[in-house]
């Protein structure tokens, strides 16, 4: 079965820290440049972080640049979005997915078709 699980959301305080994992698992994770998405309620999707393939091109919005770090493990066939500083507006359900691209060039734009994506986790953002 093809599918994307996402792990790692949670409570946390502004300024803290926190590591979501993303685990493929029925497709070659290695062909794929994979993105991290996240929604709020009432909120159109945003392309928050994007990788490519091989892990040789990382790209950011604004909003998470300088806080968020995207990296990959092909071999333990995860993606990880490491956030630290995380700020009230970062509270959304994030979630990763492909275009089924190996780059992200067209990954992070708002009406970009997403072939395969996860589920959610949850981050909250809170004192």
């Known amino acids: 079965q093809v599918q994307l699980v996402e792990s790692g959301g949670g409570l946390v305080q502004p300024g803290g820290s926190l590591r979501l994992s993303c685990a493929a698992s029925g497709f070659i994770l290695d062909h794929y440049a994979i993105g991290w998405f996240r929604q709020a309620p009432g909120k159109e999707r945003e392309g928050v972080s994007c990788i490519s393939s091989s892990g040789g091109s990382t790209y950011y919005a604004d909003s998470v640049k300088g806080r968020f770090t995207i990296s990959r493990d092909n071999t333990k066939k995860t993606v990880y979005l490491q956030m630290h500083s995380l700020k009230p507006e970062d509270t959304a359900d994030y979630y990763c997915?492909?275009?089924?691209?190996?780059?992200?060039?067209?990954?992070?734009?708002?009406?970009?078709?997403?072939?395969?994506r996860g589920q959610g986790t949850l981050v909250t953002v809170s004192s």
């Open positions: 997915a492909t275009d089924g691209s190996a780059w992200c060039t067209e990954m992070l734009s708002p009406d970009r078709y997403l072939e395969i």
